[in-house]
C-alpha cells in the first residue's frame, strides 16, 4: 500500500461480529462535539491500517431515510479526510478497528460533520499516542 487513495474500500470496513462485540466489550471511548468513537488495536492482521463501521441511533433519527443519509455524509468526510490519520498508522506500524456513532438528534449539515470529522481524527491521533505511552 505505496499511496493512499481516497476510496473507501470493503477491506476498510469493519463487519466482523465478533470484532465489534469485543469492541464494544473492552474498547477505548472517547467523545467529539458530534461524535463517539469505540476503538481498539486490531486483535487479526488486516489488509490495511484501519478498519471502520458507523453508526447511527435508530432512536435518535426514526426514518430510514435519515439515518442512510447521515450514514452516507459520515462515509464521505472520512473517505475524504482519512490521508492523514493513514499516514500517521502506516508510520506507526498501528493497525486499529473503530466504531463512529454519531450523537444528537437533530441532521447537521455536511460542512459540521465534515468539521467534526477533521477535529475527529486529530483527537483519535492523539489518544492513539497516549494509549501508546501507557504500554
Do not use: H
Not at 2 to 17: A, H, M, P, W
Not at 45 to 54: D, E, K, N, T
Not at 112 to 128: A, G, P, V, W, Y
Amino acid at each position: 500500500m505505496n499511496t493512499i487513495r481516497d476510496t473507501f474500500n470493503k477491506s476498510e470496513k469493519l463487519c466482523s461480529t465478533k470484532v465489534i462485540s469485543d469492541l464494544f466489550e473492552s474498547g477505548n471511548i472517547f467523545y467529539n462535539s458530534l461524535f463517539k468513537v469505540v476503538w481498539a488495536r486490531s486483535p487479526v492482521a488486516l489488509p490495511g491500517p484501519a478498519q471502520v463501521a458507523f453508526s447511527v441511533s435508530k432512536k435518535a433519527f426514526r426514518l430510514a431515510v435519515t439515518r442512510n443519509l447521515l450514514k452516507r455524509r459520515i462515509r464521505e468526510t472520512y473517505r475524504k479526510n482519512k490521508k492523514r490519520f493513514y499516514e500517521y498508522l502506516i508510520s506507526e506500524n498501528i493497525q486499529i478497528v473503530f466504531i463512529v456513532i454519531i450523537k444528537g438528534n437533530k441532521v447537521p449539515d455536511y460542512f459540521t460533520i465534515e468539521n467534526s470529522m477533521k477535529e475527529m481524527l486529530n483527537k483519535f491521533i492523539t489518544q492513539i499516542k497516549e494509549d501508546k505511552k501507557l504500554c
